[in-house]
C-alpha cells in the first residue's frame, strides 16, 4: 500500500475557525497535547470573515437585556425547532465568552461609558451585537490563534482531512492529506473535535469560501453519527448582486443594523407590506417610516423598522418583490443607507465602503447598493448532546457551524460568532474528559487503505470527468431547486439529477501530479458536498410545511404538527435515511420565559 | 473592457518554472482572481493558488500582478491589462515559492509565535473599560489580514533576506498594536530592539504603500516603537519615572 505517515495527538481538532480555536485553548489549558488541523493557512478560516458582531446580552446600552430576552429571541428567531437546552446554554455563556476575548486581548468598540459597544441586529430584541467596525470576524479569529498559538499546539496548516477512523470503541483517529505535497497522513488521538464549519459552496450564490463543502459533517455521517436540521440553509437577505464578479458576497445586515432601507425597483420601502409582517412579530416593529427613522436615535420610545426582521423574513420578502416583477435592472432591490451621512458610514462600516467602492464602484455613502440573497449559513449539522457537545460516536465530538440544534430553522445574525466560542469550549472541555479516559486505540489498516484509495483514483484516470463541471453542475440544481422556494417537484427532480452526478462521480479524474493541485483537492471535496445535498434535498422533501428557511410553495403554511419535529438523517449502508425526532418538552422555568414575551 | 485578455501566470516550482499564457472571457467586474478561477475550471485545474473570502478580508490571494504586489480578488482586470490586453501574475518574491502562486510563508507563524503576549496590568477592575480614543490606534493596527503583502516588499527582507534580523512591517504592526494597548503591562521594548530588530527599518514606507488595508505601517506602527526604543535605550531617566508612574 502508498505509504503514510503517522503523528499521534491527545486531541485532535479538526478546523482552526473559531470552533476549533477556542476548542484548542481548553485543551491547552488543561495540559495536553493538541493537533489542530485546518485545509488554510491558520487565520483564513471562513470566521474571518465575519462582519457585524457577536450577540451576547451584555446590556451595556441602557437596555433591560439579559440571558432571557437573549433565549427567547433566539428560539422566536429559530421557529420553535431549536433544541432549547443548547440555547439555554448559549443564552448564558455566551456574556462570559465574549468578556473572556477581552481578557486574551480583543479590542471591541467602546460606548461612552468605556464598554464594549453593542449594535442592532435582525430579530434581536435590543442592541445586543458586541462588534469591531465591521470587521468582528477578524478581530474574533486573530485573537482566539494568539492566544492558542501562545499556549504550543501542534498546527498542520494546509491539510485536508478526508475520513475518520473508528474501531469498535469508536473514532481513533483520521486520515489526511498534506495539500502541498500530497502526502497522506494518518492521524491517531483519543478524541476528535469537528469544528469543519457550514457548506454554502452546493450553490451557486454563495457568502462562503471554498473551504465550505462539509467535509466534517458529511465524515462524521459516514463514522455513524447522524445529522439534524438538514433543510435548514440561511439565504441572507443581503448579497452583492452586480457586478457579476461579486455576485453572492455578503452585505452584512449591520447596514440594516444601523439604519439601511430596502427599497424595491419601484421605490417602495417594501418591508412595511402587512403581508411581509409574520404573525409571531406583529406589534413588534415601527408601523411607519416616521417612526423607523425616530428609532435611529431614540431607541427607547421607538420600535425597530421591519427591516431587521429575521433573515429570513427578509430574504423571502426580497424574493417575492422580485419574483412579482418589482426588482432592480439587474433583477434585485435597493440597499441604501446615504441618509446616515458619509463619517458614520465610514466609521461604522468601513469594510462594506471599501468592499463597494474597490470592486462595485460603488459610493454607499451616495448611492444604493443593490442586493439580492445569497446562501450564507448552515442552521443544520452534527446532530450532538447539548451539554457536552458529544456525537453519536464515542470520542467524537462536533462544534461550531458543523453542529446543528442551536438555530432552529433559522440563525439570528450574530448568533453564530457566539456558538463558536461557547461550543467550541465545551467541546474542547468535553475531548478533555474523553482523552484522559481513552488511549490511542490500533488503526484499522483497511480503513486507511480504503481512503487512500478513493483519494488518489482521480489522479490515476486519464478518461474520466473533471470535478469542476460536476461541482458546477451540482450548484446549478441546488440553486434552482433548493433554494428559498421548494417544491416536491423541484426537490425530486433534483434528487434524481443528484443520483445521476453521484454516479458521474465515481469517475471522476484530475490532471497533474500531488503537488498543490486543486484540482485534484477538488475531487475528494465533491464527494462531501454529494453527500450533503442529498441529506438536504431529502430533507426538505419530508418535511411538508414553511417554517423558518424552508419555504414550501406546496405547502405554504406553518404547521403546529411539524413544529414539534426534527428531522435527522443517518447513513445505513449507501442509503440516507431521514427520521422524525420528537423535539424533548420544555421544562418550565424556559417557559415561563417564553410566556413573558408574549405579554 | 476588452472581451479577452490574456493571462500570463507563472507556473513551476523552486527548482524554475516560466510565464504561462491563457485566453481568458472577461465580464464586468472581473478581478484577477475570476481569471484564475476561469484557468482552473476551464483549461487546468493543476494551477495553484491560495484565496478563501474572495472580498480582501482574509489575506490570502497575495501575488504580484504586473509586477505589483496586490490582492488577486481586489484587482480589477481593467486597471492592469496592457494595450495587447495582457496582465502578468506572478507568486510573491520574498518567501519560498512551493508551487505556481504559492509560496511558503512559514516563516511569519513562526515570527508570530514568538511576540509576547498581552498581558492586563494586574488590578485593573472588571468589566474592563476602555475610551474610544483611546482604543482607536490598536484599531487600526488590528485591521492587519496578514496577507504578508508589506513582507514582500519589505527589502530588509527581499533584496537583503535578513529574516534571522528583522521580523518585518507585519510584525511591526502586532507589536505595536500590544503595546498600544490600553490596558497591556508587559515592557517590550528590548525585544524590539534586539530580537525583532526595530533598527534594521529605515522608514522607505514601501509596506505601508502596498498594504491593502491602508494601515499607516511606518508612520503609525514604526515610528512610534523606534522612539519608544530610543528613549529606552538613551534616556534612563526618563524611563525610570515612567516606569515608576506605572505609565508606559
Ligand atoms: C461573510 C460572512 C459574514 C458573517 N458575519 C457574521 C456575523 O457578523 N456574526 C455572526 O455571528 N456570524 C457571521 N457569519 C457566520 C460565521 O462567520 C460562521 O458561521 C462561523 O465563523 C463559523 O465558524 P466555525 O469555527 O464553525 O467554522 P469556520 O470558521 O468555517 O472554520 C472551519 C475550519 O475547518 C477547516 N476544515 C474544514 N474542512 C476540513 C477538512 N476536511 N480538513 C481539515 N480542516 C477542515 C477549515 O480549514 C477551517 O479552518 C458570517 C459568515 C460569512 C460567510
Ligand atoms: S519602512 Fe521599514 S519596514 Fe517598511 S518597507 Fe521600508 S524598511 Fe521595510
Ligand atoms: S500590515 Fe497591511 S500589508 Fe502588512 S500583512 Fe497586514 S494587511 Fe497586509
Ligand atoms: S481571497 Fe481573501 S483577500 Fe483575496
Sequence with gaps: ?599 | MRDTIRLRVFRGDASGGEEREYEVKTFPGMVVLDAIHQIQGEQDGTLACRWNCKAAKCGSCSAEINGLPRLMCKSRVEEFYDAAGVIRVHPIKTFPLIKDLVTDVSWNYKVAESIPPLRIREGTPRPLRMDQSDVERAQEFRKCIECFLCQTVCHVLRDHNRTDAYFGPRYMVKIAALDMHPLDSVERRSFLRRSAGVGYCNITKCCQEVCPEHIHITDNAIIPLKERVADEFYDPIRMLVRRLSGRK
Design chain 1, 1 to 599: 500500500m502508498e505509504p503514510y505517515e503517522t503523528v499521534k495527538h491527545d486531541v485532535l481538532i479538526i478546523g482552526a475557525g473559531g470552533a476549533g480555536l477556542r476548542a484548542a485553548i481548553s485543551v491547552l489549558e488543561a495540559g495536553l497535547d493538541c493537533g489542530i488541523v485546518s485545509k488554510s493557512l491558520l487565520g483564513k478560516a471562513h470566521t474571518v470573515m465575519a462582519e457585524g458582531g457577536a450577540a451576547a446580552a451584555l446590556g451595556n446600552m441602557h437596555e433591560p437585556d439579559d440571558w432571557r430576552v437573549h433565549f427567547r429571541d433566539t428560539i422566536v428567531g429559530g421557529a420553535y425547532l431549536n433544541n432549547h437546552r443548547m440555547v439555554e446554554i448559549f443564552a448564558h455563556e455566551a456574556i462570559d465568552r465574549v468578556l473572556e476575548l477581552e481578557e486574551y486581548g480583543a479590542v471591541f468598540d467602546r460606548t461612552p461609558e468605556g464598554l464594549i459597544a453593542q449594535r442592532p441586529f435582525g430579530g434581536h430584541t435590543y442592541r445586543r451585537l458586541n462588534h469591531v467596525g465591521d470587521r468582528t470576524g477578524l478581530e474574533l479569529i486573530r485573537t482566539l490563534q494568539d492566544r492558542a498559538v501562545s499556549m504550543g499546539p501542534t498546527v498542520h496548516m494546509e491539510w485536508t482531512v478526508t475520513r475518520l477512523l473508528t474501531s469498535d470503541r469508536g473514532v481513533v483517529g483520521a486520515v489526511a492529506y498534506d495539500r502541498s505535497d500530497g502526502r497522506i497522513i494518518v492521524i491517531q488521538a483519543k478524541a476528535v473535535v469537528l469544528a469543519t464549519g457550514g457548506w454554502g459552496r452546493m450553490y451557486r450564490y454563495t457568502s462562503n469560501s471554498w473551504e465550505s463543502t462539509g467535509d466534517g459533517a458529511a465524515m462524521a455521517l459516514e463514522a455513524g453519527a447522524d445529522l439534524i436540521d438538514m433543510e435548514m440553509v440561511q439565504f441572507h437577505p443581503t448579497g452583492m448582486l452586480w457586478p457579476p464578479s461579486m455576485r453572492g458576497i455578503l452585505v452584512t445586515e449591520a447596514v440594516r443594523g444601523e439604519g439601511g432601507i430596502l427599497r424595491n425597483g419601484t421605490g417602495e420601502r417594501f418591508m412595511f407590506k402587512p403581508e411581509y409582517m409574520p404573525e409571531r412579530y406583529q406589534g413588534k416593529f415601527a408601523d411607519s417610516p416616521e417612526e423607523a427613522a425616530r428609532w435611529l436615535d431614540d431607541k427607547q420610545n421607538n420600535r425597530r423598522p421591519p427591516e431587521l426582521l429575521p433573515r429570513d423574513e427578509v430574504a423571502r420578502a426580497i424574493y417575492k418583490e422580485v419574483r412579482a416583477g418589482r426588482g432592480t435592472v439587474h433583477g434585485g432591490v435597493h440597499l441604501d443607507v446615504t441618509h446616515r451621512g458619509a463619517a458614520y458610514i465610514r466609521r461604522k462600516l468601513p469594510s462594506m465602503y471599501e468592499q463597494f467602492m474597490a470592486l462595485g464602484s460603488v459610493d454607499i455613502t451616495a448611492e444604493p447598493m443593490e442586493v439580492y440573497p445569497t446562501v450564507h449559513y448552515t442552521m443544520g449539522g452534527i446532530h450532538v448532546d447539548a451539554d457536552t457537545c458529544q456525537t453519536a460516536v464515542p470520542g467524537l465530538f462536533a462544534a461550531g457551524e458543523c453542529a446543528g440544534g442551536l438555530h432552529g430553522a433559522n440563525r439570528l445574525g450574530g448568533n453564530s460568532l457566539t456558538d463558536i466560542l461557547v461550543f467550541g469550549r465545551r467541546a474542547g472541555l468535553s475531548a478533555v474528559e474523553a482523552a484522559s479516559e481513552r488511549k490511542h486505540e490500533p488503526i484499522s489498516e483497511s480503513q486507511v487503505a480504503a481512503e487512500v484509495e478513493l483519494l488518489l483514483a482521480p489522479l490515476g484516470r486519464t478518461q474520466g470527468e473533471k470535478p469542476s463541471v460536476i461541482a458546477s453542475e451540482l450548484q446549478e440544481i441546488m440553486q434552482n431547486n433548493a433554494m428559498i422556494e421548494r417544491s416536491h417537484e423541484g426537490l425530486t427532480a433534483c434528487l434524481s439529477k443528484l443520483q445521476e452526478l453521484k454516479e458521474r462521480a465515481g469517475r471522476l479524474s484530475a490532471a497533474g501530479d500531488r503537488r498543490y493541485n486543486p484540482g485534484w483537492h477538488a475531487a475528494r471535496d465533491l464527494l462531501f458536498q454529494l453527500r450533503l445535498s442529498e441529506a438536504i434535498v431529502r430533507s426538505a422533501l419530508e418535511r411538508k410545511e414553511s417554517r423558518g428557511a424552508q419555504w414550501r410553495s406546496d405547502y405554504p403554511a406553518t404547521d403546529p404538527e411539524w413544529g414539534k419535529v426534527n428531522l435527522t438523517v443517518a447513513l445505513r449502508g449507501d442509503e440516507l435515511v431521514v427520521t422524525r425526532v420528537p423535539l424533548p418538552p420544555m421544562p418550565e422555568h424556559l417557559q415561563a420565559i417564553m410566556n413573558e414575551g408574549k405579554k
